[in-house]
C-alpha cells in the first residue's frame, strides 16, 4: 500500500517522500481505489498500511479498507511504532473468522513481523502466514527459517505478502523449499509497479490445495503490483 502514496517512477521516492510523514488529502482516495481492488476477494494481505497517526490522520487504514470494502474480519500488526507519528503495518481482512490469530515479531532489526491465521477445522486447519520480509538476503534467511519453524505442523499453507525475492531462490535456496509448495512456472513481475521486472510479492500455496489460478493485477496504487490468486478448499 505504502501508506496510500501513489508512486510512478523512481523520481517519485524524492519527490514525495515527505508523504511518508505528513497527512495529505490523497490517501482518501487511495484507500477507495484500494477498497474497490480488493471487494472481489475472500482473503486479503496489505503490506505497508499505517494503524492509526498523524500522517493518516489517526485513521487505521486497514479497518478503513475492510468497512469500505464490506469485510466482516480484519486484523494488523504494528512492526514499526513511530507513537503518533507513524503506525508501520501489515494488515488481514477475512470473509470467514479465523479461530486463531497470531502475531510475531520477525528475527533482524526491529521493524519487521509476520501474521499467522488459521481457518476451519482446528484439527486440520488452512494456516496463512502474512509477512514482510527485510531487503537483505541473509536476513531474510533467517526470517524465513524462523516462519517454516512456525509452520512446521502445518499441512495446509498459505504464504503470502512482500517476501522482497524472487520465487527461485525462495523455492529452491531458502528453508522454503522443506514445505513442499506449488512450484512457480513462471516469474510474475510486481515491482517496480510502473515497468515491472522483478516478482519479489507472492502468494505460495502447499501443493495439495489446489491452485487453480495466479496473477498479477495491473492495478498500480503504489509501487509494487498486487498479486492474486484462486485456490480450491
Given at each position: ?27 482518501e ?5 484500494i ?23 489517526r ?19 504494528v ?6 507519528f ?24 526491529p ?22 520480509l ?96 484462486e485456490?480450491?478448499?
Amino acid at each position: 500500500m505504502q501508506v496510500g502514496i501513489r508512486t510512478g517512477g523512481y523520481h517519485h521516492y524524492l519527490l514525495r517522500s515527505w508523504q511518508h510523514f505528513l497527512p495529505f488529502q490523497a490517501r482518501e482516495s487511495a484507500l477507495d481505489n484500494i477498497a474497490d481492488l480488493v471487494r472481489p476477494f475472500d482473503l486479503v494481505a496489505l503490506q505497508e498500511a499505517d494503524g492509526g497517526s498523524w500522517r493518516s490522520g489517526r485513521q487505521n487504514q486497514i479497518q478503513s479498507i475492510a468497512e469500505l470494502a464490506g469485510f466482516e474480519h480484519w486484523h494488523h500488526q504494528v512492526n514499526r511504532n513511530l507513537g503518533r507519528f507513524a503506525q508501520h503495518s501489515n494488515g488481514v481482512l477475512c470473509r470467514n473468522r479465523a479461530f486463531s490469530v497470531e502475531r510475531h515479531p520477525l528475527p533482524g532489526l526491529p521493524g519487521r513481523g509476520m501474521m499467522i491465521l488459521r481457518y476451519g477445522d482446528p484439527e486440520d486447519p488452512l494456516v496463512v502466514a502474512v509477512t514482510h520480509l527485510a531487503l537483505g538476503k541473509q536476513t531474510q534467511f533467517s526470517q524465513i527459517r524462523y516462519l517454516v519453524d512456525v509452520l512446521a505442523d502445518a499441512r495446509k499453507v498459505v504464504i503470502m505478502g512482500d517476501l522482497n525475492q524472487e520465487s527461485e531462490w525462495l523455492l529452491q535456496q531458502s528453508p522454503l523449499k522443506g514445505l513442499n509448495l506449488h512450484p512457480i512456472a513462471d516469474e510474475l513481475p510486481t515491482y517496480p509497479s510502473w515497468q515491472p521486472a522483478r516478482g519479489i510479492d507472492h502468494i505460495l500455496v502447499s501443493d495439495n490445495i489446489p491452485l487453480h489460478r495466479i496473477a498479477v493485477i495491473d492495478h498500480p496504487q503504489s509501487d509494487h503490483l498486487p498479486v492474486a490468486a484462486e485456490i480450491g478448499l
